[in-house]
């Protein structure tokens, strides 16, 4: 809808339209931006324009890669697959514990955009109410290695049950 600088933002990340409002005087928003590399050595050996590092350094974030915080993979799991379920309305009912290790055992070096593909593309081919380990192994990296410790959240047992899912709203 608008041409130019904010098209691209629009169509890639969906910034804009979630942190945009109307004034009086045309659009106020604010903008986020991240970066996999240190901006700062950047600067340092001239890579990067210094003015812009300043204009965009206003509140630093440092969040760790998705492999270093495994705890989170489930609930990214879960919204995921509550959102694409609901974009592609398929009724997915849950993720087996098989998947869900799976998914735990994989280092994700594409990070989240990397596991949310991947779920994507689950829910899209899925045939099933469920996922399972099938389902998410449509890429042979992902599937588990054999001397692999299954995690304790998720380690199959007498109670092995899908992960139930709730849409989020």
Known sequence: PWPGVCSPCVHME???????RMTAGGYSFISGAMANRNIEAMVAQGAFREDLYYRVNIVPLALPPLRERKEDIPLLVAHFIARYSRLMRKPVQ????????????????????????????????LSGPQIDLKDVTLLD???????????ARHAAGPAAEPV????AG
């Open 14 to 20: 969906k910034l804009f339209f979630r942190m945009c």
């Open 141 to 151: 990296r992902l599937r588990p290695r054999p001397d692999a410790e299954p995690d």
């Open 94 to 125: 849950g993720i087996t514990d098989g998947a869900m290790n799976a998914l735990l055992s994989h280092d994700w070096p594409g990070n989240v955009r990397e596991l949310e593909n991947t779920i994507q593309r689950t829910v899209a081919l």
């Open 164 to 167: 139930a899912l709730t849409a």
